[in-house]
């Protein structure tokens, strides 16, 4: 999928969307919760049988940098002893 293909405007949208991944890995994206145009968007998916939080970085210059800071603030509240969401998977 092209990351020009990520308008992700929810009204644009027929959700669920099932998105494939490389290496067969799908997810379907059940809802939309925040969307930065040309960025990043948000949402609630199924992963596995599981309800899992998504984050899609598509501005292909700056998604590499935008991923490192979100890992960044997770080691950040481990460190601090505080609870955060495990990451399950990391897919180009």
Known sequence: MSRD???????ELE???TIRLEGGVSIELQTITRSLPKSRASGVASYQNKSVFVKFFYDEAKSLRH?????????FHIASGL???QMVLASK
């Open 67 to 75: 991923w490192q800071r979100d890992q960044e603030g997770v080691s």
């Open 15 to 17: 959700l669920p969307l």
């Open 5 to 11: 293909h990520f308008a992700l405007q929810q009204s």
């Open 83 to 85: 609870t955060t969401a």
